[in-house]
């Protein structure tokens, strides 16, 4: 028999005082959260996009104090930036394509079963913990022929261990084993399955590494610190660097901001923009990361929940 079902969108659950008492310190803790961690951000943006004299006597606080952009003007004077802002481009899609394909490529590789996969597996999550340290990777890169190369950008850290671990995860747990069944008797190989059945159906975890080394590679400078020697083939986060270094150490006569006294107006001018121009590189390196994280923010979440999954 049949009972009748309340209607339970009309049905409000009565507040105690308890309740209500721990819902507002609840809002208030967490909007302090999000002060402390918004605030420092927005301060640089405004800093960056404000008169120096007001940024060193401490004025800017809440909004931009005598807009001006002197300070964007004078780091994009530095001819150097330019080219390093192509270069991190194009080692960003490129190894970020190549890092993508490589991965789901290993990851449907491990979603497979075959002889060893036992001892294969075990020895892959090792190296998330421990490798054979700076020098004997810098000393394999010389040997290879790649370190000064704008192959050795693109190459190294071209796996990372735990999105491998997410795509083999993604692959076993949405894929279903049968298609892989009718493909085969259809007389479909692994290449042939891979490519017309499994990249077709990974549209989402394509997108999700996308953006995971899509972000890590624009923020490395380490490898360029360490592989490159050639200005010409520096990244932007290595040059971003330099020009933030030279800041600190005005008196040297090789800094970024000496280098160019006569194009900003003399040296005391040079080192006045200094106060906003450090604000500016910050801007300059993190804008096209954080657009990229608001463009493909549900990617982050798919990310997050699909490494969850026991693989």
């Not at 310190?25 to 943006?45: A, G, K």
């Not at 990851?107 to 996969?117: D, E, I, N, P, V």
Request: proline residues 3%; glycine residues 6%; aromatic residues 14%.
């Amino acid at each position: 028999m049949s009972q009748i079902q309340p209607d339970m969108r009309n049905i409000r659950i009565r507040e105690t005082r308890q309740d209500r008492r721990f819902n507002i310190i609840n809002i208030i803790f967490w909007v302090l959260v999000l002060f402390i961690t918004l605030y420092p951000l927005w301060l640089i943006i405004i800093a960056s996009v404000s008169d120096p004299d007001a940024v060193l006597q401490a004025k800017v606080l809440l909004w931009p104090v005598d807009f001006s952009l002197m300070g964007y003007q004078a780091v994009f004077q530095y001819t150097e930036l330019w080219g390093s802002y192509l270069n991190s481009i194009y080692y960003t899609l490129a190894g970020s394509a190549l890092s993508v394909i490589v991965t789901l490529a290993a990851g449907y590789a491990l979603s497979r079963r075959f002889a060893g996969k036992r001892l294969v597996n075990p020895g892959i999550t090792f190296t998330m913990f421990f490798s054979g340290g700076l020098i004997p990777i810098f000393l394999n890169i010389r040997n290879l022929g790649l370190y000064d190369t704008r192959a050795v950008m693109i190459l190294m850290n071209l796996v990372s261990v735990w999105n491998l671990m997410v795509a083999r995860t993604y692959i076993q747990t949405t894929i279903p084993g049968e298609l892989y069944e009718a493909a085969v008797m259809d007389g479909a190989n692994h290449f042939t399955y891979f490519f017309r059945c499994v990249l077709p159906l990974s549209g989402t975890i394509v997108a999700v590494l996308s953006v995971y080394y899509g972000v890590a590679r624009w923020n490395d400078y380490f490898t360029g610190l360490v592989m490159l020697r050639s200005r010409a083939l520096y990244p932007l986060q290595l040059v971003l660097r330099e020009i933030l270094a030279s800041l600190t150490s005005t008196g040297s006569s090789d800094t970024f901001f000496e280098a160019y006294a006569d194009n900003l107006g003399g040296l005391q001018e040079a080192l006045r923009k200094a106060e906003v121009a450090k604000y500016c590189c910050i801007v300059v390196s993190t804008v096209p990361a954080v657009l990229l994280y608001i463009f493909m923010q549900k990617y982050f979440v798919k990310g997050v929940m699909i490494g969850s999954l026991k693989g």
